[in-house]
């Protein structure tokens, strides 16, 4: 069936499915490289457990933001589709603390995926027509009442250009010095 819903989230498929492709035979080693001193990336604490710098992106950033890792930028993708997929379906906010962050290739791409079909993708579809115009809801605060299908074009917009970034640093990454 044909739906403007429909059409968003057959976008929402066509960059996963470039993101995904771009992200196959990622290392731990390139998942982690810092491509310049004192960027921002995936750390661990004392009990090691893995913490996202920057707030995760959430935070004012600094001028000028630091340039990221491969690391950092999956977990901000990430991030962005649980927090924006729990405020959007559940009507919750959540806290860093909520989220687990992984300090290797494959534990970050397994986080990417789950937060992109669990957190947004499957509710994104089982969202009835209608919702797209109604209003996205308190936990957006200033933003609540703007109407769903704002919120599902600025998470789609995030998505696209923070999954070309990662296609750059990949590009970058053999050429290291």
Do not use: C, K, Q
Not at 96 to 108: M, Q
């Amino acid at each position: 069936m044909n739906s403007v819903r429909n059409s968003i989230g057959r976008a929402f498929d066509e960059v996963w499915r470039r993101t995904i492709d771009r992200l196959g035979g990622l290392t731990d080693d390139e998942y982690l490289w810092e491509p310049v001193p004192d960027g921002w990336t995936l750390r661990p604490d004392a009990a090691g457990r893995w913490l996202i710098d920057g707030e995760g992106g959430g935070g004012p950033a600094p001028d000028p933001v630091p340039v990221a890792t491969l690391a950092w930028r999956i977990g901000h993708i990430g991030l962005m589709f649980t927090d924006f997929g729990i405020r959007l379906f559940e009507g919750r906010n959540i806290t860093l603390d909520d989220v687990e962050f992984s300090g290797t290739a494959a534990g970050g791409i397994g986080f990417l995926e789950s937060a992109f079909r669990n957190h947004w993708r499957e509710p994104f579809a089982a969202m009835p027509e209608e919702r797209l115009w109604e209003p996205s809801g308190p936990a957006f605060f200033g933003y609540a009442d703007y109407p769903v299908i704002d919120t599902a074009l600025h998470v789609l917009d995030e998505f696209t250009h923070h999954s070309a970034e990662l296609g750059v640093l990949r590009d970058l990454y053999p050429h290291r010095g």
